[in-house]
């Protein structure tokens, strides 16, 4: 189920999530089409509470987003996180936040998402889309969300010279 979720939220992602897109399509519309594609309930429900998940937390705690934007402090990954992100995601989420891309409050978010998908396969690839999917939801980051677009351009564009 852990993969079918993923598969779930990058097909959600990539036919009805988009800044350009105001018209988003029902619950109801948005089921029916992922069950139509192969999808269990019970995983379309998952990603829908991952989902809802995301802007549960960019609306809670505005105090907290404050208290970690001012932070001086480094983040160190606790154990659990440790099983399951390997060092070259610690490093890639450390460096999204250096370029800018992520702040603290956003990093805090990518990382609970990660560690809610429970998946032991998590590569860099997925971590860019997750933060991609964090970004989208909050108008704030749209800066930020450029940047790592182009970024994500900018690799596929190397692989391929």
């Known amino acids: 189920m852990k993969e079918e979720l993923f598969e779930v939220l990058m097909y959600i992602f990539e ?10 399509a029902s619950d109801e519309t948005l089921f029916n089409e992922l069950s139509e594609a192969g ?10 509470e991952w989902l809802d998940n995301i802007a549960a937390i960019h609306n ?3 105090q907290s987003e404050d208290t970690l934007a001012t932070s001086t402090g480094f983040r160190v990954f606790s154990q659990e996180e ?11 989420l450390l460096k999204l936040e250096h370029l800018g891309i992520l702040d603290t409050y956003s990093r805090e ?5 990660l560690l809610a998908i429970e998946s032991r396969e998590i590569d860099e690839q997925r971590v860019k889309w997750i933060v991609l999917m964090v970004l989208i939801d909050d108008p704030e980051n749209e800066t930020a969300l450029a940047t790592l677009e182009q970024l994500m351009k900018t690799e596929v564009t190397e692989r391929f010279h």
Not at 15 to 24: E, G
């Open 15 to 24: 036919n009805h999530i988009s800044r350009d897109r105001p018209d988003q």
């Open 39 to 48: 999808f269990t309930p019970e995983v379309i429900d998952t990603a829908f």
């Open 60 to 62: 809670a705690e505005a």
């Open 82 to 92: 440790l099983k399951h992100f390997s060092p070259e995601v610690c490093g890639l």
């Open 109 to 113: 978010i990518v990382i609970n998402r």
